[in-house]
């Protein structure tokens, strides 16, 4: 058995923005956001704390502080605040994408394949909410939705060496080998000093020349952050 240490340069730990928001309904505190849009996080926690405090009804300012106590690493309250928002019936596909990327973050896979099947409906046109959904899936083993998701992620947005890196990743896994060098090699003949492609070829390269060939379950793929 081989074992291939896959390269996938992914932007799980950033979040997407919290600024806007589709639920019309009700408006956040314009000073506490203003803080927030500054990256003073405390303070934005401290202000939307108040927010809360004044109406815990308000669906976005649960997010909006979700969201900060993200940035700086309180993923419990982050955890919390998000299912706060989502229980007072914010449907924002942002939210729900954070959602899964914190899902993601700690290892709890279902929960964030679930969560990112609702972020690619609320935002079908966001590659974000395609790719990062590729991942989940990808990390589940079910490669073949993932390869779909990374494709519609770029058919978005073509310009995105992460999630054709990722694609090339998930070909090799399905045992695609010229699929996932034909990739790679692209990916590096438009951007030289991309790593992580460069990385995967010349894995890829041992392992063809050590004669590994089939499926996934035999070559035993694994990949490293």
């Not at 203003?34 to 303070?43: C, T």
């Not at 927010?51 to 308000?58: A, L, R």
């Not at 699929?179 to 990916?187: F, G, I, P, T, Y």
Request: hydrophobic share 40%; charged share 20%; aromatic share 8%.
């Amino acid at each position: 058995m081989v074992l291939i240490a896959l390269v996938l340069q992914s932007p799980i730990s950033a979040r997407a923005s919290a600024k806007s928001s589709s639920y019309d309904e009700q408006v956040c505190d314009p000073l506490a956001d203003y803080f927030l849009g500054m990256e003073d996080y405390p303070e934005a926690i401290r202000r939307h704390r108040v927010v809360i405090n004044d109406d815990p009804t308000n669906a976005l300012a649960h997010y909006h502080l979700g969201f900060a106590y993200g940035v700086v690493g309180q993923h419990r309250q982050e955890l919390l605040e998000y299912q706060k928002a989502i229980g007072l019936g914010l449907d924002d596909w942002q939210l729900f994408l954070n959602l899964g990327l914190l899902y993601l973050e700690s290892g709890q896979t279902r929960d964030a394949t679930q969560v990112l099947r609702l972020a690619a409906l609320l935002g079908p046109e966001r590659p974000e909410t395609h790719f990062n959904l590729a991942l989940a899936y990808e990390r589940r083993g079910a490669l073949a939705q993932a390869e779909q998701e990374a494709l519609l992620s770029l058919q978005i947005d073509p310009s995105q060496p992460d999630a054709r890196n990722t694609l090339g990743a998930i070909y090799a896994e399905e045992g695609k080998y010229v699929r996932a060098s034909q990739e790679w090699k692209e990916l590096v003949g438009e951007i030289p000093d991309y790593a992580p492609a460069r990385t995967n070829l010349a894995i890829l390269q041992h392992v063809e020349s050590s004669g590994s060939k089939g499926a996934p379950e035999s070559s035993g793929f694994i990949r490293i952050r």
